[in-house]
């Protein structure tokens, strides 16, 4: 099966931003700015249940998201692989492993992914609210039946936010993207 040309300019696209953010360029190092943005807006939209992630040490960090949520309790679904898909299992900091892809997954039992708000990892999103991911696609099969009135809100640095990126017809859309100086709705999906 031959690379369609968005499938190589986003596999291009990865290795550029992959290898920013390794070399830790400035700006990729804002603590918990992302969390920040992300807590005010579920706080001013009274949100109770979202899904969110188990950052990977070259992504944007929400453990303050995660303890914030905790703290205050907002129930939080993170993801394990299952095959080729997410399952969802409530959020418990001593209830984690290492999963297939060396990521922290939740060991408890999967739930549906029934939430008010959904955050979602990103390599770069566009104006377009086009989300680039790792490219096997798990978010975009996760999302793909998710009611279009939930937000989904990207994380990454504020250099990753771009003009236009390469996109195909199954990538699902975000509705907002949290950067490390500000939190901005770019469109519903």
Known sequence: MTNSPAQL???QLRKQILDARRAEQPGHHCEDQHDEHL???LADQG???IAAYVALDDEPCTDLLLG???EVGIQVLVPRVSGDDLEW???DWDELDEGEFGI???IGKAEPL???AIIVPALAVDAQGNRLGKGKGFYDRALKDIPRSIPVIALV????LVEELPHEEHDRKVTHVATCSFMHEIGRG
């Open 114 to 116: 029934q939430v008010e």
């Open 89 to 91: 299992v409530l959020f």
């Open 9 to 11: 300019e986003k596999k």
């Open 157 to 160: 640095h504020d250099d990753e």
């Open 47 to 49: 949100i109770r249940k």
């Open 68 to 70: 914030v949520c905790e």
């Open 39 to 41: 807590v005010l807006f």
């Open 104 to 106: 922290l997954e939740p």
